[in-house]
């Protein structure tokens, strides 16, 4: 089974925001939507104050608050942990935006938008035998984009996967764990003890 | 500790969507004590049943697809709102039957309190919002909108009966309200919260027991519960409704180890 997942070093995030301007190239969102974003978060006071950059999206969780209120069946979740949104079938609610503990959904021309893990690069690539993560045309257009090698994409139950790597090397953690979502996205923080 | 920017105000649901929680929550109220006191007469059904139809029509506004509407249906298995539709489709009948003959009122007020329930749950779903999710908040939900039929009742009928069940409502509203201020801090509902304690409860006693001897007052207590529990949903939806916002549980360690 896969489970695509995505993950963000954010020892090397440096907050120059090419994801996010690529994924607006990438989708077409209009002004003011970023289905990636990445947060600038500053701690403490001077001069002993620290900075960590946060790409932040829809988490594509195991299980997503958004699946579940939706009237509509507009938003669903494909086999391999994608949850994707059918524009034809929304009624522009928002109780998906309410319901997301990330604040990933834009609404756009009345419907609810969000990060798909640009689902058609991926599906076209597995399509023509490419992998995703690793071969650029499969790969979602942030991952692809990222100057600094932070963000990463791929199957975290494939444990030969780059993903899975990363997991076991790193120390890692979800945002919001707590609320039991289950996101699809990890940050590292830390080398593993 | 965590880090990260401050919860701000979601700008997904506006008073149109508090609307229909407050007109519908006032609605069905009604409804259920129109059954509960046998109503004397059948206007107030139809008053219950156009309050519920504004705040139906009010959230219809809020939609992007209007001409959608009806894929509201789609989802009965997760999604209360989808329920509440469900829900509302029978009431509508099923009021209209009471209205006629006073055989369906029982029936329509299970279903009243179903559809309150449901818009109760809606807000609970919303797993975004901490001021929502919060477990507390649905039988807080329900018993404002009971305080607030009663209070409506009490418009129509200040018999002794429905001045009891306005007392008992805001009695136990208030009660509810201790209970959900305990487990969800907000500073946007203080004031609200204070009104429905001072206003919609030790003022509409006072006002309960006052009619008695002014029968007026009657009315003012009636008043005082609905346009405190108004003010409640209202400020719940538009002013307390604070998102999650972004917390990281660490901070990244750079350089080398």
Partial sequence: MTRWAMIADLRRCVGCQTCTAACKQANGTPPGVQWRRVLDVEVGEYPAVRRAFVPVGCQHCDDPPCLHVCPSTATRKRADGIVTVDPDLCIGCAYCAVACPYQARYKVDGIATKCTFCVERIDAGLAAGLKPGVDPEATPACVNSCIAGALHFGDIEDPASNVSALLAENQHFRMHEELGTGPGFYYLWDKAP | ?257
């Fill in chain 2, 1 to 257: 500790m965590t880090y990260g920017p401050r919860p701000w105000l979601q700008q997904h649901w506006d008073v149109r969507a508090a609307l229909n929680f407050m007109l519908g929550g006032t609605g069905s109220g009604l409804m259920v004590f129109l059954a509960i006191t046998r109503a004397e007469s059948a206007w107030p059904i139809l008053v219950s049943l156009l309050l519920v139809a504004a705040g139906l029509g009010a959230v219809w506004l809020e939609i992007g697809r209007k001409l959608r509407a009806l894929h509201v249906f789609f989802n009965p298995f997760t999604s209360w709102m989808t329920r509440e539709s469900f829900v509302a489709l029978l009431l509508f009948p099923l009021g209209l039957g009471a209205f006629l003959t006073s055989k369906f009122l029982p029936v329509a007020a299970l279903a009243a309190l179903a559809f309150l329930y449901c818009q109760a749950r809606i807000l609970h779903g919303a797993k975004g919002i901490p001021a929502w999710r919060a477990p507390q908040l649905v039988p807080l939900m329900v018993l404002t909108g009971l305080a607030e039929g009663a209070g409506a009742l009490v418009l129509f009928s200040s018999r002794p009966l429905a001045l009891a069940l306005l007392a008992a409502a805001v009695i136990a509203r208030a009660a509810f309200w201790m209970r959900y201020r305990q487990a969800v801090s907000n500073d946007a509902l203080e004031s609200a919260g204070k009104a429905l304690v001072h206003i919609g409860t030790s003022a509409v006693l006072v006002l309960a027991a006052a009619s008695f001897y002014v029968a007026e007052a009657a009315y003012l207590a009636g008043l005082a519960a609905i346009a405190t529990g108004w003010h409640f949903k209202l400020a719940l939806v538009t002013r307390a409704a604070l998102n999650q916002g972004f917390a990281l549980p660490r901070l990244p360690v750079r350089g080398t180890r």
